[in-house]
């Protein structure tokens, strides 16, 4: 490996992209799989939860040392800005309405958030 690539992949791969972990059950054995959203494709697995982010935090300083290689465009982290949980006095207590707003500052040093997520429960 090229030890500059590798250097910058490492410092790029530290920064706070998201992560997210799921429990799946193959052929009745528990696996974690871990995976970061901005880096498609760039996901890794492990026996516990702990050990499916450890092997994510390796598997995205590979991801990103050969798009480095490749001279490619590395996406950097999304940075969540504001979570916030409404409750309107209509739902019944199994009823919740999320809203996300995700900002992409790092990427384009704006202040105002490019777009809004909704998740109904």
Do not use: W
Request: some cysteine.
């Amino acid at each position: 490996m090229d030890a500059d690539f590798l250097q910058k992949a490492e410092e790029l791969a530290a920064e706070s992209y998201v992560v997210v972990v799921s429990k799946e059950d193959i052929e009745g054995k528990s696996i974690f799989m871990a995976r970061t959203p901005e880096l498609y494709g760039c996901m890794a697995e492990g026996s516990t939860e702990e050990e499916a982010r450890a092997n994510l935090n390796d598997a995205r300083v590979e991801y990103i040392y050969s798009l480095l290689k490749d001279n490619l465009r590395v996406p950097l982290p999304t940075h969540v800005t504001l979570t916030t949980v409404q409750t309107p006095f209509d739902l019944d207590d199994d009823s919740i309405t999320m809203v996300k707003i995700i900002s992409f500052n790092k990427v384009l040093e704006q202040k105002k958030p490019l777009y809004q997520v909704s998740i109904n429960c």
